[in-house]
């Protein structure tokens, strides 16, 4: 893999990580359709690194507040609770259904089926706005139901921000809360996610020749994560979703019906 190429594919993964676009069903797409090869457990740790940095980096000032008012702020210490109670159902699905969802990621048209899901769950986004509750109000039941909707997006081609935000819409955040626990409920997932590629790396011996393409790809996933953040959170704010509605329906249409024509 040359450096261009895994710049390429962090740029990918970092847009596509927060951007409800789906990552994984952007992997899928590209793999199949591109003949991009998975350039194996060392890109992946990194690239999964940097858009966890990406996380902390545009987060940073929620998450020192979240660690300095633990002991002082009730409010902290209730977030931080609800944030490890919202990853338990994630953890669970994705330990229970691996091998289910694992079988979609072979599936290309199942993945554009879900991109055209994806845009209806973009769309709703846009258009539910109860505006209730902030972390004060929330309880374990919203955590929970929002932890199972970052649980469905494992399946490729469900966004994971989307599902997420929309989960917690629909219990009745208002749009900040949303946004902010989304994003920071994302923060053990990926932190898990690249803990289990660790260990996978550390079990196969990583590649010192790729050691200048890895770190590329994963300065270009942080750096294109945060850019990605920024644009999800603005759109958001603004009601532009519309755009992304769009392009997941034109990409899911594209995917069902190349991958089938493939297949006759």
């Not at 545009?58 to 009730?74: T, W, Y």
């Not at 990621?105 to 199942?110: A, L, Q």
């Not at 919203?142 to 921000?161: E, K, N, V, Y």
Request: net charge positive; charged share 15%; aromatic share 12%.
């Amino acid at each position: 893999m040359s450096c261009l190429e895994a710049m390429m594919l962090g740029l990918l993964q970092g847009m596509t990580e927060f951007l409800p676009v789906s990552s994984s069903g952007h992997l899928v797409i590209a793999q199949y359709f591109l003949d991009i090869k998975q350039p194996g457990v060392t890109f992946e740790v990194m690239v999964h690194f940097g858009t966890l940095i990406s996380i902390i980096w545009v987060f940073r000032k929620d998450l020192l507040s979240l660690f300095r008012g633990f002991v002082s702020k009730v409010e902290e210490r209730k977030l931080l609770v609800l944030l490890v109670i919202g990853v338990i159902p994630t953890g669970l699905m994705g330990i229970i259904l691996k091998s289910f969802f694992m079988e979609m990621f072979d599936k290309p048209f199942v993945v554009g089926f879900m991109l055209l899901i994806t845009g209806f769950i973009v769309l709703a986004i846009s258009r539910v706005n109860i505006k209730i509750k902030n972390i004060k109000n929330m309880s374990i039941w919203d955590a929970l139901i929002i932890g199972i909707f970052q649980g469905i997006a494992i399946i490729p081609g469900i966004t994971r921000s989307g599902s997420t935000i929309l989960g917690a819409l629909w219990r009745g955040l208002n749009r900040e809360t949303a946004i902010r626990y989304s994003f920071l409920l994302a923060l053990p997932a990926i932190a898990g996610a690249t803990l289990l590629e660790l260990r996978d790396l550390l079990k196969l011996g990583g590649r010192p020749e790729l050691l200048l393409s890895n770190i590329l790809a994963m300065l270009t996933a942080f750096i294109s994560g945060i850019l990605a953040i920024t644009i999800f959170i603005n759109l958001l704010k603004r009601g532009k979703f519309h755009y992304i509605t769009y392009y997941c329906w034109i990409l899911g249409i594209l995917t069902v019906v190349f991958s089938f024509s493939n297949v006759f």
